[in-house]
Structure formats: C-alpha cells, structure tokens
C-alpha cells in the first residue's frame, strides 16, 4: 500500500466521520424536540393527587422500616 492509498482511506475516514456526525447531531435534535413536544402534551398533572391524601389518618398502624439483625 503505497503513502498515497493511506492518504485516501485517511481522507475518506474522515470525511464519513464528519457525515456521521452531522445525520447524528440532527436525529438527536429530532429526538429532544420529540420529547419536548411529548412532555408539553402529556406531562404530568402536578395537582392530581393533591386531595387524595386530605382524608388519610396518621394513625393507620403503618410500621416503615421494621427489620431484625441475625
């Protein structure tokens, strides 16, 4: 292989790296304006539960975190 192939291939590497980043740069963009949009839509409703927990009772018998060392 002579020093004027390995230039070619040097060249042409680094001309489909610049092609690749370029289509990959523009899904991602897609990508995050697809779920910017998808979060506008359809994001979470912060009030949902705001009145559900209004008629819970603190004294349920709830034990959090019992364990026992062996």
Excluded: C, H, W
Excluded at 8 to 31: C, H, I, R
Excluded at 52 to 70: K, L, M, P, T
């Amino acid at each position: 292989m002579s020093d004027s192939d390995v230039d070619e291939l040097k060249a042409a590497k680094e001309k489909l790296t610049q092609s690749a980043q370029s289509v990959f740069t523009k899904m991602y963009e897609q990508a995050a304006q697809a779920q910017q949009g998808a979060q506008g839509a359809a994001g979470p409703d912060m009030n949902a539960q705001a009145g559900s927990n209004a008629g819970s009772n603190a004294d349920d018998d709830v034990i959090d975190g019992d364990f026992r060392e062996v």
